[in-house]
């Protein structure tokens, strides 16, 4: 009797929540169909993909195509370059978007706000081709703003910033970090603005200072956000920003040590010989390990704080 | 109320705004610069056992400019007769070369409609090796239908297209050879060196030590002048090795007159090569942006700030790189005529695996081996239009049209099938096309002349063997670096890449080869 009822209720519930199932309905189908329906297609990178005889036809080749990712002394130095990347833009890209997203919030003029707004989140927009070639305009040697007026100003010798590795990653962080900030802290801003203004207003009864309220009460009710976005940006660890690793260094070999990137180097290496197999053998490599440490630190996660986990 | 009526009226537009996206377009090749290919229109057509059923064929070339603003016109006159001599239709698919490549792997792999396509760019052997194109002489395809293709090519350079015996592509009338060691100069820049000029043919052949003399006394009249420009393929051009299977790993040398493969890079040729570019560098002949800068070498020349570059020797060059340029250019060669292995396969024009209808693909190459007309309307457009006979019998441009206004111009009458039954353009000689034909009959022939080379069973050492070339091929051979130093270092790298593993992979491929075609 009571199951019948509550069967009634649970029943009487969906029906009237329909509309808002339907409405979900062709995004699950899109999400169904481009996201889900490929899945079995990963096999592809345990196979000898022959087009003739097409993907599910072709011959296993078992492991076979993942050598290439561990064989090489290469191999060791994409999969470091890859991960102190996410890292440092991880920890760097967060902490900047915190701090611009709380300067932001405390901007009283409206307009002032709406245009610095507008305005750092433009570099995200654009396109990666573009922003190689504004890097180009700063670091060319013939023509560069920072050899031809910054460096004599300050009295350095120009270098060959193209030719000389080590100075990239610090490079291509700072690149990466003015594109990804505007972006990034709008999230962060939009949390902020969703705090009770209650609480500031206590704090400054009480007597706090304006970096005591931040330190007290912005961080710790943003904690809960923050710790979702790493979480998530620690499921694409393996993954990089191509047009970021390949265009901004104008894919010159002599800078390869510190800017190879495990999708950088699966794409000049396989350019030439289309293998179909092997590229997917990358992709299926940097997805699982994404997906292990996605599960592992959300477990972790929990252990310390059960809200804040993602799942 | 008004303001609900505007609401209105809004949705109204941006409806009909969607709808009208959704059209097809008119089912031609992309627009000048595009690089887009049509879904809809042309696709391979139906088996054509009906008389009288126009089968539909979909063309896929490159040229460097991306497709002509007057394709569709083109298209259209070539159908004309097409239609009429052996009942197909096509669609010219035309790609910028920059995406050329990405863009056919793709179509290929979709299954999308393509059903002639040239090769340029390496997609002949990657495209073999997926077993996406056809064999040509299945049922007696090519006998059947191609016979004008055999003798207007030539049985030796149609084998020559064969990798393990199977022939997937058809190669074309060109000039197969190529003047090694040469390099374009600005005429203007070499009178001012009181440099005498031969009064030989178009190309002076002089000594690389004369060459070096002439960098140093334009230097010297013009030191704010970028006197060499290297590119990616200058190595190459400027040797005489061979590059088996179209890769510098593994190669050989002297103009391959034996079947010995050998390591480039270890080669005295290689530092020596390495140590005359790293001098340029240090003299200031070359520019610190040179590995940075993709700016075409012809570009930089048509601004004025290049004075040379490396280039491919073959009768008519001087007036092609005129016409690039637009300064009148020497062409200096230091080194012989050579066909390389790979060049007779360089880019073959193929029938990929998603054509349905491989009779008609096979007429309509026939045809344009054979037909003067549709070469003639591919080549250089339409008669009246884009070119005119003049009165010496050349082709030239109409009255008020040039390079920059001309509606159908790409530079890439070399790629068509039978450049030979074509007209001479202006500028060359009248029997341009007998001299290439000499040409290609005088050169050194290498000994592994149609050899191919299969890459898969040395994938993974392939891989990384690219990363570490292309790791140091600007520094070391555009001269920013010491080449002592580097390039040992690196071949250590090179070899702990698996360089040797493959450099065996191909001797054993070659010497396979060699008893297929019983020449050990």
Known sequence: MEQAISKKRTLKKIISYAPIYLMMLPGLAYLFINNYMPLPGLVVAFKDYNAKKGIYGSDWAGFKNFTYLFKTDD????TR??????LAFIVINTALAIIVAIILSELAAKRLKKFTQSAILLPYLISSVIISYLVFAFLSSENGFVNNTLLPLLGITPKNWYAEPKYWPFILIFVNAWKSVGYNCIIY????????REYYEAASIDGATKMQQIRHITLPLIVPVVTMLTLMAIGRIFYSDFGLFYQVPQNQGALYSTTNTIDTYVYRGLLQQSNISMSSAAGVYQSIVGFILVLGSNLIVRKFNKENALF | ??????????????????LAGCSSDSGSSSSSGGNESSSDGGGSGDSGEEPGEIAKLVVAFATFVGAPADTLAIQEAMNEISREKIGVEVELLITDYASYKQQMTLMLTGNEPLDIMNTLGGLYVTS???GQLKDLEEDGLLETYGQGIIDAIGQEYIDACRVGGVLYGLPNNRDMAQGRGCAAIRTDLLEETGYEFQNGGEIEKISLEELNNIYAAIHELHPELEI???????MGQFS????????PYGVLMDYGATLDVVNLFETDYYMEYCQRIHDYYNKGYISPDAATDSTA??????????ASYTTGGKPGIKAQETNLCGYDMTIVQTLGDYIASSSVAGFPWTVPENNNDSVAAMKFLNLIYTDADMMNLISWGIEGQHYVINDEGFADFPEGVDATTSGYIHSMGWMFPNQFITHVWAGNDADLWDQIKTFNKEANKSAALGFAFDSTKVSTEYTAVVNVYEEYQKSIEYGLTDPTVAIPEMNERLKSAGMEIIINEKIEQLNQWAIDMGKA
């Open chain 1, 75 to 78: 191999a060791w130095i994409i």
């Open chain 1, 81 to 86: 370059n890859t991960i102190l990347y996410n």
């Open chain 1, 189 to 196: 801003l939009a949390t902020i603005i969703g705090i009770d």
């Open chain 2, 1 to 18: 109320m008004k303001r609900k009526i505007f609401v209105l009226m809004l949705a109204c537009v941006m409806v009909l705004g969607l």
């Open chain 2, 128 to 130: 073999i090796q997926n």
């Open chain 2, 228 to 234: 060499y420009r290297p590119v990616v393929g200058s």
């Open chain 2, 240 to 247: 005489n090795v061979d590059q088996l299977g179209g890769n």
């Open chain 2, 297 to 306: 070498v012809t570009e930089l020349v048509k601004a004025g700030t290049l």
